[in-house]
């Protein structure tokens, strides 16, 4: 018997839901409406359009519902779906300059980034820092000063706490290609958060989850 992936614990819920159960759609959303809605907000910023991003988000859950495989985790597979409905709403704005989403100089798995760069002397983590309100605007800032592939990859794997793996699925990356921006998207946020929250005595060195 060859490997298989861990039972997905929505699998339940995702059958009746395709067999027309109200209440299982219901289940779902409950789940996952505030997840959804944390992200949304780290993408666009604003409750208004986040409201948008997590509307769309369901609609196109009960559209497409039928279309999901299973080849990932439901909630990796919706958490793509939110973010492309977000990154939607930002390309409406025109407020960040363009960018190529995919980049043929990374990929390489962080190698020609400097040992120093993979340091981030923060006095706090980055999920600790999203706690407090005013470490959060000040955070929510600097993110919105980063490309847009860079910003992306931070909230997803130190924000949201996804794996590389799931990342990589979410944005249609490579695992490698996560890595590198994660590296880069921290070093770029520590030049601005040292300024307020540096500590040369306390270093954290972050650890990426491979699976």
Request: hydrophobic share 40%.
């Given at each position: 018997?060859?490997?298989?992936?861990?039972?997905?614990?929505?699998?339940?819920?995702?059958?009746l839901a395709r067999s027309g159960a109200a209440a299982a759609v219901e289940s779902l959303v409950a789940k996952y409406q505030q997840r959804v809605f944390r992200l949304a907000m780290r993408i666009v910023g604003r409750r208004d359009d986040a409201?948008?991003?997590?509307?769309?988000?369901?609609?196109?859950?009960?559209?497409?519902?039928?279309?999901?495989?299973?080849?990932?985790?439901?909630?990796?597979?919706?958490?793509?779906?939110?973010?492309?409905?977000?990154?939607?709403?930002?390309?409406?704005?025109?407020?960040?300059?363009?960018?190529?989403?995919?980049?043929?100089?990374?990929?390489?798995?962080?190698?020609?980034?400097?040992?120093?760069?993979?340091?981030?002397?923060?006095?706090?983590?980055?999920?600790?820092?999203?706690?407090?309100?005013?470490?959060?605007?000040?955070?929510?800032?600097?993110?919105?000063?980063?490309?847009?592939?860079?910003?992306?990859?931070?909230?997803?794997?130190?924000?949201?706490?996804?794996?590389?793996?799931?990342?990589?699925?979410?944005?249609?990356?490579?695992?490698?290609?996560?890595?590198?921006?994660?590296?880069?998207?921290?070093?770029?946020?520590?030049?601005?958060?040292?300024?307020?929250?540096?500590?040369?005595?306390?270093?954290?060195?972050?650890?990426?989850?491979?699976?």
């Amino acid at each position: 018997m060859g490997d298989s992936q861990p039972l997905d614990p929505d699998r339940q819920a995702i059958e009746l839901a395709r067999s027309g159960a109200a209440a299982a759609v219901e289940s779902l959303v409950a789940k996952y409406q505030q997840r959804v809605f944390r992200l949304a907000m780290r993408i666009v910023g604003r409750r208004d359009d986040a409201d948008e991003v997590v509307q769309q988000t369901f609609l196109s859950l009960v559209e497409h519902l039928r279309d999901f495989r299973g080849q990932s985790a439901f909630a990796t597979w919706l958490l793509r779906i939110a973010t492309n409905h977000g990154l939607s709403v930002l390309r409406r704005r025109v407020t960040r300059p363009a960018v190529a989403w995919t980049d043929r100089t990374e990929g390489n798995d962080g190698k020609d980034v400097p040992l120093s760069d993979l340091v981030a002397r923060w006095r706090e983590t980055p999920e600790q820092i999203a706690q407090h309100q005013e470490l959060r605007q000040l955070l929510t800032e600097t993110l919105d000063r980063l490309d847009l592939k860079y910003a992306m990859v931070f909230v997803l794997r130190d924000l949201e706490g996804l794996s590389t793996r799931e990342t990589a699925e979410v944005l249609d990356i490579r695992p490698g290609t996560v890595k590198v921006r994660l590296l880069r998207a921290r070093r770029l946020l520590r030049l601005r958060l040292a300024e307020q929250f540096g500590d040369e005595t306390a270093r954290i060195v972050p650890t990426d989850q491979e699976t």
